[in-house]
């Protein structure tokens, strides 16, 4: 929402300075996100005089000036049909930036003619469309070298602030002056609009066939009008928040919408046919303002006359029955539109404009008929013309509550000692009513809320806006007293131990993301996700309407965004939930990851990393998160979105899956846009087990010896197609107080071996506990690490 310093003035009488208003609006909860100062791009910029305008020796068109400048008298060579001595102008030194056309100012030579600035247009100057001549200031009382910008209007500081869902009226300057009023920066100024009570019947009947729609509607015919420019205030003010001025007749509109939060749209009599309706869409087909073509629907609210659909209620009107310069009688329409169905409406054709931006809010129901007289005293002041008797069908919602207020909660709930005068002066400066302090009670108040604070509902919301215009920052500073007893950990065992393992990772190079939980149906389904259970019935986006059955969803897309920005080497990770159906037991944490496994071109023309990278990856994070590595089995039983034959799981047991790791299934990546290969993994930090740990020495401390380890070598011969994990899960099970690890450092399969069969070779590493390894100890460990692996394995110690 943005507004100018003038504009506010309008209804605030105040002496405030920009840097005053701005830190009233903030310590108020208006969140100021910038202010724009024209004057400031424009500071080079100067007032001069044109002295002489002879023709150009080499161009029939041009004209050769000498300028008075605050420079001295400079020669500056000017196409401008206008360009003529006597007049005042403003000049552009050379070094300047003109901002209409995005140049900086050199000295030039123009048809052999050296130029030394430039007369400036309004189009250059960024004060109106005009490029035909240079500007001519009027009147004859200006000084050389004046400030530019005040001698154009454009001195006006524009303020920008985010405008909070619970407050539309802030949407509407008046809102935003009672506020600053209330704070103490000023008087609210009385209100210029009255009734306009019009000299004849509306010969336009009004209908409403769609009442949960569009509860209540206002009009009245104006004749005879002449539809010009607006007034140069009301086009300055417009120009400097980013609106184009049209017609005195649209420009109306616009500014009432920023003005007072109140949109309202003005129709040409000679285009409308019979009378006007409001009513449901019946899939007719319209061109919109925006100059787009709309189907309507029998779930959105238009508005039409008897032959056509002239616009959809509350969003955006169409073009037939706009005004124009021909414009001669209009029918200005002021309605309540419902916010849920204009908010559907505005979704559902992707219509963003001013109007739906404040229905789908709630404007104020109490300022249909107050929003029609402002428009008609506006089109007969700017327009001139007749005004008929204002015409209303059915009845706006009527808006009364009132709270009870006990005085005692504002020191309860802030505490804040204050008066009860001060605390009235509060209310009624925000406009809530009601007996203040006299009314029989003076410690408990029966307060009135406005018809535009819809958002104030009970007696806390009364001392939040108390303490708002008060003063947050005068709250009192109290140190919270501290609960008796010991200090209870913040974070549940799943959420440290998820924690540990993302600390593993990131300390493995991986970054941290963070991405929505919601993801595009059709996304979730390659994930075996999109059930009907998880689609979202008010999505925030048609591309985020299903809950996400796994967030490798956004981690691919995320990798796939940062390659095309140049960053190909990258490993992301996220630690958030999935949603696997919609029961009580069906969200769960994961820790996720992405790697790009061919980040740049490498000699040996193969990735630089692998599935058991990844692999290696994983186990780290179990490790780190307190999962028994060692007794972990591998699995090629992995999920439909894993690449088969290059990916795996980890399982403790059967059944118990602890996580999922490889490429990423082609097919998914070439659905999705994203160029592989791309490793990843999920983990699944609720299957990991819960600690065991005892009294005692812990288990680090009782593996620690002071003994020297020793290894010996085996080299079995196994079927093929027998997994090297099974030989080495069975070697490690020989003896676990010795054997310490067991690692695979050969696989060997040809000459001396028979066909069908391979070579596995193992290293034991063997782990004396309480004294060295006698040889006849040794040789029996051995005897029983053959027998087990070859009792598992079906295989054969290699001679």
Request: proline fraction near 5%; charge should be negative.
């Amino acid at each position: 929402m943005k507004f100018s310093l003038s504009w506010l003035k309008q209804h605030l009488d105040t002496d405030a300075s920009l840097t005053e208003i701005v830190d009233a609006m903030t310590m108020a909860g208006l969140e100021v996100e910038g202010v724009e100062n024209p004057a400031e791009k424009l500071a080079a910029f100067s007032v001069a005089k044109c002295l002489e305008a002879e023709k150009h020796p080499n161009a029939d068109r041009l004209r050769v000036c000498k300028v008075d400048t605050k420079d001295g008298i400079k020669q500056i060579v000017c196409g401008a049909p206008n360009a003529r001595a006597g007049i005042w102008v403003i000049y552009a030194p050379v070094g300047a930036y003109v901002p209409g056309i995005d140049v900086t100012l050199k000295k030039a030579k123009i048809r052999d003619v050296e130029s030394l600035g430039m007369m400036c247009s309004a189009r250059e100057m960024e004060a109106g469309d005009d490029h035909d001549g240079i500007i001519e200031l009027v009147g004859d009382d200006w000084e050389i070298g004046g400030d530019a910008a005040a001698a154009l209007g454009l001195n006006d500081p524009v303020i920008d602030f985010e405008v909070t869902p619970n407050r539309p009226d802030w949407l509407g300057v008046r809102g935003i002056a009672r506020d600053l009023a209330a704070a103490g920066l000023g008087t609210l100024k009385d209100d210029t609009f009255g009734t306009i009570k019009g000299s004849f019947d509306c010969p336009v009947e009004i209908e409403i066939d769609a009442p949960e729609a569009c509860p209540a509607f206002a009009g009245r015919v104006v004749r005879g009008v002449k539809n010009g420019p607006s007034p140069e205030w009301l086009q300055q003010q417009l120009i400097a928040i980013g609106l184009r001025p049209i017609s005195a007749l649209v420009d109306i509109t616009n500014f009432l919408s920023i003005d007072r939060a109140r949109p309202l749209h003005v129709y040409d009599m000679a285009k409308l046919s019979g009378s006007i309706c409001a009513r449901w869409g019946n899939g007719e087909n319209f061109e919109a303002l925006d100059g787009k073509d709309y189907d309507t629907t029998s779930d959105m609210c238009v508005i039409a006359d008897d032959e056509r659909v002239l616009g959809f209620g509350g969003v955006m009107g169409g073009t037939y029955s706009g005004c124009s310069e021909n414009t001669i009688d209009v029918f200005i329409e002021c309605a309540y539109f419902d916010p849920k169905i204009t908010r559907a409406t505005g979704r559902a054709t992707g219509i963003e404009s001013d109007a739906k931006y404040r229905f789908e809010r709630g404007v104020d129901p109490a300022y249909v008929e107050a929003g029609l007289d402002a428009a008609t005293q506006m089109v007969l002041d700017f327009c001139g013309g007749e005004a008929s008797h204002a015409t209303m069908t059915g009845t706006p919602p009527v808006f009364s509550r009132t709270i009870e207020f006990p005085l005692s909660e504002v020191k309860r709930l802030t505490g804040l000692d204050l008066g009860q005068d001060e605390i009235a002066n509060i209310l009624t400066g925000l406009g809530f009513s009601g007996d203040m302090p006299n009314n029989g009670n003076n410690d408990v108040w029966q307060v009135n809320v406005p018809s535009w604070r819809g958002d104030a509902v009970g007696k806390a919301d009364l001392v939040e806006e108390i303490a708002r215009i008060y003063g947050f920052d005068k709250l009192p500073q109290v140190s919270l007293r501290r609960a008796p007893g010991a200090v209870k950990p913040l974070a549940t065992p799943l959420q440290n131990r998820a924690r540990r393992g993302r600390r593993a990772l990131a300390g493995a190079g991986y970054l941290d993301a963070v991405t929505w939980s919601f993801c595009a149906r059709e996304d979730a389904a390659l994930f075996n996700g999109g059930g009907d259970e998880l689609v979202l019935a008010n999505p925030i986006s048609s591309e985020l309407d299903c809950m996400r059955p796994s967030a490798l969803v956004h981690l691919v897309r995320a990798a796939q965004r940062n390659a095309d920005r140049g960053v190909a080497d990258l490993a992301l990770m996220e630690i958030g939930p999935v949603y696997l159906s919609d029961g009580p037991n069906d969200q769960r944490l994961t820790l996720a990851g992405i790697v790009r496994s061919n980040p740049r071109r490498h000699w040996s023309g193969t990735c630089e990393r692998d599935v058991f990278d990844i692999k290696a990856d994983v186990q780290m994070a179990l490790e780190a998160m307190g999962a028994p590595v060692a007794n972990l089995q591998v699995s090629a039983e992995t999920s439909s979105y894993w690449h088969p034959g290059r990916s795996g799981a980890l399982r403790l047991g059967p059944k118990n899956l602890l996580a999922e790791f490889g490429e990423i299934h082609p097919g998914i990546l070439a659905k999705l846009g994203v160029d592989g290969p791309l490793l990843g993994f999920e983990v699944w930090p609720e299957a990991i087990p819960a600690s065991r740990a005892k009294g005692g020495r812990s288990k680090g401390a009782m593996d620690k010896s002071d003994l020297l380890p020793l290894a010996r070598d085996f080299a079995f011969v196994v079927d093929a197609a027998l997994p090297a994990e099974t030989l080495v899960r069975a070697a490690k099970g020989a003896d676990k107080a010795l054997i310490a690890d067991v690692n695979l450092f050969d696989v060997y399969a040809g000459k001396g071996v028979e066909d069908g069969k391979k070579s596995l070779a193992i290293e034991v590493i063997i782990q004396p506990r309480e004294a060295t390894l006698t040889d006849a100890q040794i040789e029996t460990l051995s005897k029983t690490i053959i027998t087990k692996v070859e009792k598992a394995t079906g295989g054969v110690l290699r001679g």
